[in-house]
Nanobody
């Protein structure tokens, strides 16, 4: 089992920045592929960013030049640095862990709310 807890969600103005973090426990964190998903109001959940166990990184197109995903294997943390935030970034952000060659995450966090509003 892996427990994931996100924190750092907040309300910010457009153009602002925010960093989300996810703390993992219960399994060898360094072997997990970590993802951030988000679900905006009335929208489906979408993959925002991924960092694999060997630090390969992918981003959804709309965040590619604004968000940065990183991991700290010493502290079992994964971060999502978000800059130039837009109204459309408003969503609940979820941390998720993918085990091995699985296509979909096995473990999910509870989510943290990010609201971008003037």
């Amino acid at each position: 089992q892996v427990q994931l807890v996100e924190f750092g969600g907040d309300s910010v103005q457009p153009g602002g920045s925010l960093t989300l973090s996810c703390a993992a426990s219960g399994r060898l964190f360094r072997l997990l592929h970590m993802r951030w998903y988000r679900q905006g109001p009335g929208k489906e959940r979408e993959l925002v960013a991924e960092i694999t166990s060997d630090n390969q990184i992918n981003y959804e197109d709309s965040v590619r030049d604004r968000f940065t995903i990183s991991r700290d294997n010493n502290k079992d943390l994964v971060h999502l640095q978000m800059t130039s935030l837009k109204h459309e970034d408003t969503a609940v952000y979820y941390c998720a862990a993918v085990v091995g060659t699985m296509k979909v995450p096995t473990f999910w966090g509870q989510g943290t709310q990010v609201t971008v509003s003037s």
